[in-house]
Every structure is written in structure tokens, then in C-alpha cells.
């Protein structure tokens, strides 16, 4: 039986009947990585506070179906909740979590490295509002977050998978659409639905992207058929976009609202 965390994660998981296989490739190869001296010790003082301990299925980076987040127990509130997919270094969402403290944060990665320097930069502020998962983004939008439980899903610079027959393990696809369409929260009382941001330095991954999230049925491109968005202000400017853009490489900006 699965041990049972709910005070601690804010999730009850449940028994499952048996094992499972996953049937479709994963959009990153796990790396392994030393940890620096700084990222050893914040890792060993604050990963727990940070990192969530999810049950998990077949993969180091699972989780299993069963557990369901319960974003209001685990920050002790009730507020707007925004995920951040691939969430690197930790320089985005660090810096939106210390700037709108009245919203919670969920950033998903699986690369240990990244996530303890997440850790370390959430450390250094003592952030409250942030949150930590390493587990294959794919199957936490499939079951881990409730339906329509998400104001903003950030997806910044997904690896591009450049080669056409690595073109498969690209992030954004149909079925991916369709999971981000069952976590963003619906439109309701006049409001508007919940937001997917994304941005890349590959053009012809923009144009891709653009293709498959014009034709979900419940996604609307907030700036018309096509057509890409403004850079948005809420993501700081990274050492990787920096890299990108020295290089000469044109930065994409894509905003979707929920229908």
C-alpha cells in the first residue's frame, strides 16, 4: 500500500491494481549531474520544504495516477496557482515567486541540478509560495493536477528536439494540448479562462507550436489565429535566452487562453 502524505504534499494517493508501462517517448533524457557545494548543502537543509515526496509508478520520474495535488493543502491557502514546465534553473518562476507573493507556484523538472539550484535561489528568499516536483511533466498534467485547477501554465524554452526523427519527443503535440486543456481553469462568471505562455528560440518549433495549438478546440490564441505574442513581462531574462539571442536566434512568445 502507498503510504499516505496527504499532510505533507497535499495529496492523498490511492492503491493501485498493477504495474503500468509508459507507451509514448518522454521529452527529455535523463542527465546525471554533481551537485555544486552551495547546491550539496541547500539540497540537504531545504529540499525537503521545497520538493515534493510523490508515489511514484514506473520511472524514477513518475508519479502515480492515483495521487491528485491538492494545491490549497499544501500552501495552506487559497490562491492563483501557476505551473511552470521544465522549470531549468529555477530563474523564472524564483523571480515570479518572490515578486507576487500572493500567488502559488508549482514548478516541474527532472534534472536534480536544476532543481537544487531552485531550491538554493528559493532558499536565499525564503519564498513560501513555491513548490517543487520531479517528475515527467506529461503525466502531471494528466492526473496529478486536478481539472481546471490552473491559472497559468508556463512552458519556456522546451528542447527543441531538432532532428526530425527526434521529432516525437517534442513536448508540444495534440495530446499535449488536450492535457493543458483539462488543467487550465475554464472561463466562469465572466471571467476569463486560464493562460498557457510559452517561449522558444527555434522558429521552426515556434511554427509548429502554432500549428497544434491553433487547431485545440479548447485553446484560443490570444492574439489571433497565428499570430505570436508580446514579449511577456513576467519572464525574466535568463542566461539560457541570453545564449539564444547572442547566437542570433529569434525568441518566440505564445499566449493561449482556455476557452
Not at 515534493?52 to 499544501?74: C, I, Q, W
Not at 507573493?101 to 532543481?115: K, M, Q, R, S
Not at 532558499?123 to 517528475?135: E, F, G, I, K, M
Request: no cysteine; aromatic share 6%.
Amino acid at each position: 500500500m502507498l503510504p499516505t502524505r496527504a499532510d505533507e504534499t497535499g495529496a492523498v494517493p490511492a492503491t493501485t491494481d498493477g504495474p503500468r508501462y509508459r507507451t509514448q517517448p518522454v521529452s527529455f533524457v535523463r542527465r546525471s549531474g554533481r551537485l555544486g557545494t552551495r547546491q550539496q548543502r541547500a539540497w540537504d537543509e531545504h529540499r525537503e520544504r521545497y520538493l515534493l515526496d510523490v508515489p511514484r509508478d514506473v520511472a524514477r520520474t513518475s508519479v502515480d495516477p492515483s495521487f491528485v495535488l491538492d494545491a490549497a493543502a499544501l500552501f495552506g491557502r487559497s490562491a492563483r496557482l501557476v505551473v511552470e514546465i521544465g522549470s531549468g534553473q529555477g530563474e523564472a518562476v524564483v523571480a515570479a515567486a518572490q515578486a507576487d507573493p500572493a500567488t502559488d507556484f508549482l514548478a516541474v523538472e527532472v534534472y536534480t541540478p536544476g532543481l537544487a539550484q531552485t531550491v538554493l535561489r528559493a532558499a536565499q528568499r525564503d519564498l513560501t509560495n513555491l513548490r517543487l516536483l520531479q517528475v515527467n511533466a506529461v503525466e502531471v498534467l494528466a492526473s496529478t493536477l486536478p481539472e481546471g485547477s490552473v491559472d497559468e501554465l508556463w512552458v519556456f524554452f522546451p528542447d527543441p528536439w531538432h532532428k526530425s526523427r527526434h521529432h516525437k519527443r517534442r513536448l508540444v503535440t495534440p495530446s499535449f494540448a488536450t492535457l493543458v486543456e483539462r488543467v487550465l481553469r475554464a472561463p466562469a462568471d465572466g471571467a476569463p479562462g486560464g493562460t498557457l505562455r510559452l517561449a522558444t528560440d527555434w522558429v521552426e518549433y515556434a511554427e509548429q507550436m502554432v500549428e497544434v495549438l491553433d487547431a485545440a478546440p479548447g485553446l484560443r490564441n490570444a492574439h489571433g489565429p497565428g499570430a505570436v505574442a508580446p514579449r511577456f513581462d513576467g519572464r525574466v531574462l535568463t542566461g539560457f535566452e541570453r545564449k539564444g539571442a547572442a547566437a542570433g536566434r529569434v525568441i518566440t512568445d505564445l499566449e493561449y487562453v482556455r476557452r
